[in-house]
């Protein structure tokens, strides 16, 4: 723990949404207060943490600021502007790393990344133009999906396409943005794994948790998830593999799909992620706390998991449910203190403890 | 959930200590705001509320302003000046009721209180001299413990008498405090219910934990205890008795003697408690949540159980045992963000969730 934080240092937070507001509640744990610096008025993270600073990425002397009050940097969020980084590595340490940041604000240099690790992926190619897209679906098939290269999250800046007729459309869509074309995977289920790595290089991964989705947004997780002993330590490898060469400081998200001829890495998220909530209920060290662990210089917890458990998200008028969700049995409820209940809005979880047989 | 608080509000909180912190981080995950009221400056609670009044206990304009902002006010310590108590509730609700805080803020009300709901106590007498101690000892005997009446806590205003010749001294440092003489209770161990009633008067209770105090601190607190099917139902009837007596809103911790004649009341304290800690971890709803679900309208978890948990306090400079204890497998550490960890001080926990046997 050398050069670790000491309980009561202040851990910087790009992003007040509600990954920035259970990271502020996992920090409390460990006695850290949390600054949160969050372009939009009352972030829902504000209501956890020990200050606030509400300005735009633009703002340089905000920025600087807030690096001068904290002690480390860290992020909920991939899609910070290069600008807003170059303005804060000069006052204090940002974990994860730039070039976490760099390789996943881009969905191209990700999956080059990745395949130049010889990790597999959906098949891809890059997409400037037309002639670029039908290029691309000569050879990875008409069935794919047209994605901007940045800035994407929860199924936005997307366009299907199911035969050649649909690409100008699927392309204008992306008005004007660089784009990539992804060729479908034919998988059974897909999983993601949570996994961490320390200051000085240790790695701890979560059980790989299975995922469903709806919509385009993830709809549960389910722990453990159904995958033989050699695909599970495939997944664990996979992902140490990325946060090794990425000289990872914090917690990676990794989605995978499992097929027949192995696990094909969909995509990977810099940061503690949807399909790792169930951690809070489920390990003694949550994924919130084993991010503020890796970037606070702690040694990491071992990720450990004491109870199996099923997370569901509850999405826009899925608060209509809350009364019920509140008396059932083991359930545990986070509720993230979003004012409106937006359909596609992510307004909170469930975490359902499954009970040992007995 | 008539007339229960809406996702979205805002629970005031009289005191902001560690309890008024894992207060204020339960409340965030049911979508709750809270608003802290602590005369000292810099509170650990103040780190994950929403906000914060710093101000005396005697400033009726504070008092009011904050009652103003909040939709329901609770507290972490029963020892809160009547004349406040006025004000408030004047504004808003004040849950658990004052009826509780009458009663634990005198150890003489409390006994008796306790011994007219037909409950046993240990041997008790008034004191208010050097006669009545004398007159005291003669019924009880000389073994015995002299506690002020009023704002003891962590063993702190109490001197104890292991023969007649203490009497004096003892009497001396009450300086004057109306007292308590207590007989002892010959027990084979010491558990605590923490228990809860709703607004619509259902009851929930937590399985009972086995303490070990340290110095007049708690030390460990184990769950579960040992205890007969009996002596656990005769727990749990004895604190629904007291929450319905008292026609409680909130959680409450009862302190009971587990001795070969029945179980003895050793002490209640209208508020979230140390021994319920472990809840954190073993409970899908922990003891604060409880309470913010009581004190907020809301229907009460059913106090299940889904892990074994050890529960210990970390005090003064245990501190310098934070690493390690954070390299431990299947503990969660709970750190309050005290500064300083002067001895006696209670900076945190830890909580070790027990493996199932396999």
Known sequence: MTNALSSGATIGILGGGQLGRMLSVAASRLGFKTHIFEPSANPPAADVAHQVTTASYENADALAAFAASVDVITYEFENIPTSALDVLEQHKPIRPGREALRISQDRLTEKTFLQDLGLKT?????????????????????????KTRRFGYDGKGQARIKARE???????????????????????????????????????????????????????????????????????????????????????????????????????????HNSGHWTQNGCAVDQFEQHIRAVAGWGLGDGQRHSDVVMENLIGNDMERVASLAAERNTALHLYGKAEAKPGRKMGHVNRVQQPQS
């Open 122 to 146: 959906a098949p891809f190619a890059d997409i400037s133009d037309q002639a670029s897209l039908d290029a691309a679906i000569e050879t990875i098939g008409a069935a794919s999906i047209l």
């Open 166 to 272: 649909d690409a100008a459309q699927a392309l204008s869509e992306m008005a004007g943005a660089p784009a990539l074309l992804e060729g479908f995977v034919t998988f059974s289920h897909e999983i993601s794994v949570i996994a961490a790595r320390g200051i000085s290089g240790e790695i701890a991964c979560f059980d790989p948790g299975e995922n469903i989705h709806r919509d385009g947004i993830l709809h549960t997780t389910t722990v453990p998830a159904r995958l033989s002993a050699g695909q599970r330590m495939d997944a664990v490898l996979m992902a140490g593999k990325i946060l090794n060469a990425l000289e990872y400081v914090g917690v990676l998200g990794v989605e995978l799909f499992v097929t027949p001829q192995g696990l094909v890495v969909n995509e990977i998220a810099p940061r503690v």
